[in-house]
């Protein structure tokens, strides 16, 4: 059974760095294309950065652009989320998932595997 497992979240105070990373055992996550998700309480979950596997090319949701950056690390099987200058609003639990194929990347369907998550708060 494919696993996906999230690690690096935890508390920070607005202004401050996080680095998120999605691990997996069964396949290599180059192979796949590698999505962030958020799901903030009493809010469905939202799209913030993806990866794709053949390219490497990224994209960003635009309330996270210049502040997120997403890469992959092939030696260790894993792709990680930087977070820099965070803000309250960021507060969430974070998903990884991945997808063999991605049309719509903010679409959760379109996306096989998921990480059970990590929590990341921002707060004073």
């Known amino acids: 059974q494919v696993q996906l497992e999230e690690s690096g979240g935890g508390w920070v105070q607005p202004g401050g760095s996080l680095r998120l990373s999605c691990s997996a055992s069964?396949?290599?996550?180059?192979?796949?294309?590698i999505g962030w998700f958020r799901q903030a309480p009493g809010k469905e979950r939202e799209f913030v950065a993806i990866i794709r596997g053949s390219t490497g090319t990224t994209f960003y949701t635009d309330s996270v652009k210049g502040r997120f950056t997403i890469s992959r690390d092939n030696a260790k099987n894993s792709v990680s989320l930087q977070m820099n200058s965070l803000k309250p609003e960021d507060t969430a639990v974070y998903y990884c998932a991945a997808a063999s194929r991605v049309w719509s990347v903010d679409r959760t369907s379109e996306y096989d595997y998921w990480g059970q998550g990590t929590q990341v708060t921002v707060s004073s």
């Open positions: 069964e396949f290599p996550l180059e192979t796949k294309a």
